[in-house]
C-alpha cells in the first residue's frame, strides 16, 4: 500500500527588509521556481527596526527554508547566523539565510552577483582596471572581496570619509592591490574604468559630487541601485563621459540565483529572468 504521507510540503522563504514594498524579490525567485519545476512559497516581508531575530525565529518556527535579507539588516543577520561562508564572514554581512537542523547558515551572494553581472553579462573583464566605489555603506562590504581578486586598483571615496578608510583598512591585504580611501574631493583629476554607484543618493534623487572628468575612456558606469527608469547616477554618468551606464538590476538577479542554488541545489537561468522584469 503507498505510504499516504510520502509527500513533501513545500518550504517559505522570504526576503526581510525595511521598506520592502517594491522588491522584485518575489517575481525573481517564483521564475526561477517555475524553470526549475519546484514548488515554491516566496514572500516579501517587512520587519521593524529592532524585531529582525524575532521575525526570523517566527519565520523559521512556521516551516522556513530560508531567507533573504536587504536594507537594513544585513549586519544583524550576519550576527545572528551560528555559521557562516567565508564571504559572509569576509563581508560582515548576510544577505542569504538557510534554516538547517540546528544553526542558521549565514552566505553572502552581492559580490558574486556583481561580478557575474559584470563579467557575464556585460561582458566587462576586470583585469587590470581601476575601479571607483562610491559609498562605504552595507552594500560595499559584500562586494569588496571579489573585485579585489582582479582590479589593477581600488578606491573606494565616501561622504564620511572615515567610513571609506574602515572599510579598506579591513578588505586590503599584503599579498593584493592596496585599497585607497577619500573623500569625494580628493577624486579630483584621477580617472577610472570603472565607477561603481553604492551610495544612497539615488533614493534622494542626487548623485555624489565626483569630478565630471571622472571616466576613462571606454569607462563604465554602473548604479547598484535599479528602478524603472535610468537613475539619476546613470543619467549623469552618461552625460559626462561614460561610455556605457548600467543599473543592479542584473546583480539582484544574478545575487537571487545563487542564494537559490545554496537552498534548492538547482541553479536557474538568469537571461531570460533578468529579461523578463525589463519588458515593459
Ligand atoms: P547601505 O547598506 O545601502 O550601503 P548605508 O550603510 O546607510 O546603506 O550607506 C549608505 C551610503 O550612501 C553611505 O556611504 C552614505 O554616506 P555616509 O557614510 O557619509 O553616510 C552614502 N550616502 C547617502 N546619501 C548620500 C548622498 N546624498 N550623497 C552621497 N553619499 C550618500
Redesign the pocket.
Known sequence: MPDPFDFEIPKCYAVMGNPIGHSKSPAIHSQFAQQCGIELDYTAVQVDPGGFAQAVEHFRAAGGGGLNVT??F?VEAFKLAGRLSDRADQAGAVNTLKFGEEELYGDNTDGVGLLRDLQSNLGVDLKGKSILI????????GILAPLYESAKRIVIA???VS??QDLARHFSHPSGVIIEACG?DALSGQQFDVVLN????S??G????IPVDIFAQRALAYDLMYADKPTPFMVWSQTHGASQAEDGLGMLVEQAAESFHLWHGQRPQTGPVIQALRAP
Open positions: 536594507v537594513p544585513k562610491l559609498g562605504a555603506g552595507g552594500a560595499v562590504r565616501n561622504r564620511t567610513r571609506a569625494f553604492a551610495t544612497a543618493a533614493l534622494e542626487q548623485v555624489p559630487p
